[in-house]
């Protein structure tokens, strides 16, 4: 029988936990309401990096949800802040990706250098880049080749949307990793550095945290890496077959975020 432990921080990916690119999954105000009434603080993590925190903001605000900037922890934040621990005075770096990781790292320093560009850069940062071309792929190589440090912000291969999944960030990050020879050090969820902004912004312990999510080989690996509790959805990639065949399960399956939370209220320190 497994128990609940004092939960009193939720970790809620927004890609396939709110919303399918621009079409919400769940009643978002309903939801953010659910999580208030049970008393605990709601924190947004997203292996997205191709938006801003201003942009995720106000988002949510369309839906009828006011966030503060720090609720909004996305991989372009969390690759800025692993930077800038790195390289403390800035530099150039060579990015693959959009608005959001750009102002994330111009943001704490960081000159993102133009393509053909004869500079060495500190860095090659790689998320999801919707342009993305060959002339841009091979300097990036070449750049690794090099001796640049290889970032990726997310190793997602696909993103959920109304359409189906396409395309993610991890597709291209396998690419250059093919190509150059390197592995990049991922930023993003399964890995830590996006987990460990959370956990320091909330002021919060593993135990004391349920990490909600649509992906099992992210979201909740992670999350099960560092003890925290963790709830599935259905409204995104993974299946309840895949879930239910996951080792360990994950402590929740749902078919949304909002039965999480319910759960977590009807059990509150009674088993599940």
């Known amino acids: 029988m497994k128990h609940i432990p004092a939960i009193k921080t939720v970790l809620l990916d927004m890609d396939g936990v709110l919303w399918h690119g621009s079409e919400p999954v769940i009643d978002i105000q309903s939801l953010f309401k659910c999580i208030r009434d049970s008393n605990l603080q709601a924190y947004c993590v997203t292996n997205n990096s191709t938006s801003s925190v201003g942009y995720h903001l106000e988002r949510l605000r369309g839906f009828g949800v006011s966030l503060s900037p720090q609720?909004?922890?996305?991989?372009?934040?969390?690759?800025?802040?692993?930077?800038?621990?790195t390289f403390s005075e800035g530099g150039d770096v060579f990015l693959i990706g959009e608005e959001g990781i750009r102002q994330a790292l111009e943001q704490r320093g960081f000159d993102i250098l133009e393509v053909g560009s004869n500079k060495d850069p500190l860095?090659?940062?790689?998320?999801?880049?919707?342009?993305?071309?060959?002339?841009?792929?091979?300097?990036?190589?070449?750049?690794?080749?090099?001796?640049?440090?290889?970032?990726?912000?997310?190793?997602d291969l696909t993103l959920p949307t109304p359409q189906g999944p396409a395309p993610g960030a991890g597709s291209i990050i396998a690419g250059i990793e093919a190509s150059s020879g390197k592995k990049a050090h991922i930023i993003g969820k399964p890995n830590m550095d996006l987990y460990s902004l959370a956990l320091s912004r909330s002021s919060s312990q593993p135990g004391e945290v349920i990490m909600i999510g649509d992906r099992l080989e992210t979201d909740i690996l992670g999350a099960q890496r560092l003890g925290m509790l963790t709830g599935l959805v259905l409204t995104g990639?993974?299946?309840?077959?895949?879930?239910?065949?996951?080792?360990?399960?994950?402590?929740?399956?749902?078919?949304?975020?909002?039965?999480?939370?319910?759960?977590?209220r009807k059990f509150d320190e009674k088993p599940i």
């Open 123 to 155: 860095a090659v940062i790689v998320g999801l880049d919707r342009g993305f071309n060959y002339r841009v792929f091979n300097q990036a190589v070449q750049h690794i080749r090099r001796g640049a440090q290889f970032l990726g912000t997310n190793p």
């Open 237 to 264: 990639i993974s299946t309840r077959e895949q879930a239910e065949n996951w080792n360990p399960q994950p402590d929740i399956i749902a078919e949304n975020a909002i039965q999480v939370i319910e759960k977590l």
């Open 71 to 85: 609720q909004i922890i996305t991989s372009a934040e969390a690759t800025g802040a692993y930077l800038k621990k």
